[in-house]
């Protein structure tokens, strides 16, 4: 079946230009998360979602970051007046459900790169 | 809190030799542990997993850790190194506390396969 999927999957955005960054996650998966992986960095974990209720958004770096998941299943991070510091890939996850028994199933990412 | 620490950032054996990458864990609760590898231009995908079960787990592609509370370590090895098991691989501990879904990564290691 088809994985979580993410678009675009390169994005190069001026300083200060606002993105958005799209993740479909797999059918069915209550729980979705977004992860920020810089440069030869492991991902940091940035806000979680179950189904439509942001649960937990500790990992947000500033207040230009804002997460959203309107229905339940499609998920869109916002970056607003992007800064160098943002440059990183975007990872998303999906999960059938909460606890440890369940696997997070990652998508490809989004590579941001500002200018 | 909950962290890991993966001792070696870059590990390079012989194909065919054995494979050992090392990660040690700290967290309040008791931890569930993962391996995770990522290969060039790929999403993360899980290698195995630690859930308070056998303290030895086997996972896909010939893998497998040993859950050490009394070192707390949860070191990946595997017999016989190939070629593609050429890739980063980052260590993962989630909390076990209820609500806690996010997961903490280590920096990784980079394994390199010489022919």
């Known amino acids: 079946g088809a994985g979580v999927s993410q678009s675009p999957r390169y994005k190069v955005a001026k300083r200060g230009q606002d993105v958005a960054l799209r993740c479909d996650p797999i059918?069915?998966?209550?729980?979705l998360f977004w992860y920020q992986q810089a440069l030869g960095q492991g991902p940091e974990f940035l806000t979680y979602f179950q189904n439509e209720a942001q649960l937990d958004k500790s990992g947000l770096p500033s207040d230009r970051f804002f997460a959203e998941r309107p229905e339940g299943s499609v998920s869109t991070l916002k970056i607003q007046r992007t800064q160098q510091e943002d440059s990183a890939v975007y990872l998303c996850?999906?999960?059938?459900?909460?606890?440890?028994?369940?696997?997070?199933?990652f998508g490809p990412g989004t590579r941001l790169t500002v200018t | 809190a909950q962290s890991v620490t993966q001792l070696d950032s870059h590990v390079s054996v012989s194909e065919g030799t054995p494979v050992l990458l090392r990660c040690n864990y700290s967290s309040s609760y008791s931890p569930s542990l993962f391996w995770y590898v990522q290969h060039p231009n790929k999403g993360l995908q899980l290698l195995l997993k630690y859930t308070s079960a056998a303290t030895l787990v086997k996972g896909i592609n010939g893998f497998e850790a040993e859950f050490k509370k009394s070192e707390t370590s949860f070191h990946l090895t595997k017999p016989s190194a190939h070629m593609s098991d050429a890739a980063e691989y980052f260590c993962v501990v989630k909390g076990s506390n209820f609500g806690n879904e996010k997961l903490t990564f280590g920096t990784g290691t980079r394994l390199t396969i010489i022919p």
């Open positions: 059918s069915g998966h209550v729980s």
């Open positions: 996850a999906s999960s059938p459900g909460q606890g440890v028994s369940y696997e997070q199933y």
